[in-house]
């Protein structure tokens, strides 16, 4: 059995060995995060609707508690976006799970969905959570208004390239990696819309180490706080325990084995090996990895919803 372990600085992931009752849930604060927080509080009071991105395939495990209290009441847009590497089922049942709990929510592929017809579904409900402060403003005799809106998610989840999509120039820097935008950009969008592009924020403690995986194996958390071998494991269990047939699918391999043993098979068959004949599993463990964060393995929801919402 995969297990989740952690250190004050470091994600391990290990085989075994640690007792539920006794390994520490990852405790983790980068200072960069902590000053993302200060920022977002510093200016959650110049906007007038938030606008939340999270990831399709994780859409809670990618959603922050953190922004729940620090937004308050702010009007808020949920945009459940990668929508291409989710399952469409459960992208649908997900998005009738958070409409009926009276969500304002779209489903967004900020990688290919750049025509007007996506920007203008945005922008309007946008709109529509502005509309009681920009009835304020006008009772108090305001009438040139521009509503502000804050982008906010976790590291990784697209809000650049989202951002550069809506506005159809590349203003902000986007990289597939977490952690590239670095500080705050105002950016305007149309006439009425100014936009605030900050940077991803992560949460200090995860309760559900499964979350912690499910964070990393989607590429929400840098690469150098966790071990990519340990990682590759826990998604192949994972896979063979919730998804069978796609490992045998792509990479035509028996499925009916230890993680270990299908990885070191996946390595065989790629051919990558070392001297002496041996397989590089840390080869192979960075290019499955690559490969599932890119939809090599088909369309995968890793949180599903049955009946109610849980991971």
Same mark, same amino acid.
């Given at each position: ?19 539920? #009752? ?12 902590? =000053?993302? /927080? ?13 606008? $939340?991105?999270?990831?399709?395939? @994780? ?14 009441? &702010? ?9 291409? @590497? *989710?399952? #469409? ?11 009926? !709990? ?9 990688? =290919? %969905? !750049?025509?007007? %017809?996506? /920007?203008? /579904? ?12 920009? *009835? ?8 040139? !208004? ?12 697209? /809000?650049?390239?989202?951002?550069? %999509? ?6 902000? $820097? ?7 935008? +670095? ?10 819309? #100014? ?9 200090? &403690? ?7 995986? =499910?964070?990393? *194996?989607?590429?929400?958390? +840098? ?30 391999? $028996? $499925? &009916? ?12 068959? +790629? ?9 590089? @599993? ?25 009946? #109610?919402?849980?991971?």
């Amino acid at each position: 059995m995969l297990l989740f372990c952690g250190t004050m600085n470091k994600i391990a992931f290990r085989l075994g060995g640690c007792k539920e #009752e006794g390994f520490r849930l990852v405790n983790w604060f980068p200072g960069h995060m902590a =000053k993302t /927080k200060r920022l977002i509080l510093e200016n959650i009071k110049l906007v007038d609707v938030v606008l $939340e991105l999270v990831d399709a395939r @994780l859409p809670i495990s990618s959603r922050n508690p953190l922004l729940q209290e620090i937004l308050g009441g &702010k009007p808020s847009v949920l945009i459940l976006n990668k929508a291409d @590497l *989710a399952e #469409e089922e459960e992208t649908r049942q997900w998005l009738n799970y958070y409409s009926q !709990q009276g969500f304002p929510i779209l489903v967004f592929n900020a990688l =290919k %969905n !750049q025509g007007r %017809n996506e /920007k203008k /579904k945005i922008l309007d409900l946008v709109r529509n959570q502005a509309k009681n402060v920009l *009835a304020r403003r006008l009772a108090r005799g305001i009438r040139n !208004q521009v509503i502000r809106l804050m982008v906010l998610g976790i590291p990784n989840v697209g /809000k650049s390239t989202m951002i550069n %999509n809506l506005t159809g120039r590349g203003v902000t $820097e986007t990289a597939d990696r977490p952690g590239v935008t +670095r500080g705050k950009q105002w950016v305007r969008l149309e006439g009425d819309v #100014e936009l605030l592009d900050m940077p991803g924020i992560l949460w200090p &403690k995860f309760a559900d180490p499964v979350i912690g995986f =499910k964070l990393a *194996a989607t590429g929400a958390i +840098r690469e150098m706080v966790y071990d990519s071998l340990e990682l590759s494991l826990w998604l192949v269990d994972w896979l063979l325990q919730h998804k069978p047939g796609r490992i045998a699918q792509r990479y035509q391999v $028996e $499925e &009916k084995q230890e993680p270990v043993a299908v990885l070191t098979e996946i390595c065989r068959k +790629r051919g990558f090996l070392v001297s002496g004949g041996e397989v590089d @599993l840390e080869k192979g463990a960075g290019i499955f990895l690559a490969e599932y964060r890119g939809g090599k393995l088909g369309r995968v929801t890793m949180d599903l919803l049955t009946g #109610e919402a849980k991971c």
